[in-house]
């Protein structure tokens, strides 16, 4: 049986560990939060004490974590988790953080004899819960298949996006689309419902029309229209706000870097800030709606 470690249990890995379990994976299993530890130990993961007791006996190593910085630290420098790892390990980094940070890893890891794809995710909480993820894979076609029967217990949709790094290309293209979305789904509702519309007749309006996207399908960011949607929970779990920045910034680095003109990603990554000031993020990336109606 493969043995998976798997390390980041926050809002998406744990409900992604839980799934690697419920395929009957072996998971060897570590978080900063000794909470989520316990969650997956009760579910029948083995709870290690460090990320180096995680990769202890592991052929697999999944890693969830915030950023580039919490990644890199991980897998690199002195105490790194490569020095101990075994020969012909696979490493599959599911954060989203930037290319050139994904590379470093990959360049480092191929040095030492271990694959490693680059395999961040879209499809949010519900997706990691449900196992529907969408996986964007960068790196070598053999890793892949070899890692396709995990991810295939975690996600749906698993697209091979390029090189090393090119995941994370794709993975940042989509979520500045996604926050451009949510931003005028948000300008929009508001709009509508200062001008005398009930906010579900607007909704589902927009949602048949030509406005259709997906915050209005699957996460609408106005409060009580969608019951699963964060709006409805004050906004907490989801995605966070600051993530949500974070992947902006992502996207503003690598238009910085070819030249690419990227004014909606760049009005979208303020207007994250500005929500940030406020306080706000924590909050899923919904909240968004807050600057529009109050
Ligand atoms: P999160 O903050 O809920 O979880 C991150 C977890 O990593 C936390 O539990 C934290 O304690 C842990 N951690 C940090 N440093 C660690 C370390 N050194 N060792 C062990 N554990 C450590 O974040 P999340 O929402 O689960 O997102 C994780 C990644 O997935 C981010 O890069 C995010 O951008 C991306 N992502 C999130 C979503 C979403 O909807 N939440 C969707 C797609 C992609």
Redesign the pocket.
Known sequence: MTTIAF???????LPMARNLLNAGFAVRV????AS?VHELASAGAHAASS?ADAVSGASVVIS????SQ?VES?YLGDGGLLGSMAAGSLILEC???APESARKVHQAAANLGLAMLDA???G??AGASAGTLTFMVGGDAAALEQARPILAAMGSNIFHAGADGAGQVAKVCNNQLLAVLMIGTAEAMALGVANGLEPKVLAEIMRQSSGGNWALEKYNPWPGLMPSAPASHEYRG???SE?MA??LGLAQQAAQSTGSSTPMGALALQLYRLLLKQGQGKQDFSAIQKLFVE
Request: aromatic share 6%; proline share 6%.
């Open positions: 390390i980041g249990l926050g809002h998406m890995g570590f978080d900063l939060v989520a990320a969830m974590l915030p950023a919490h991980l954060s989203t953080i961040p995710v879209s949010g909480t989801g995605f966070m993530l974070k992947d």
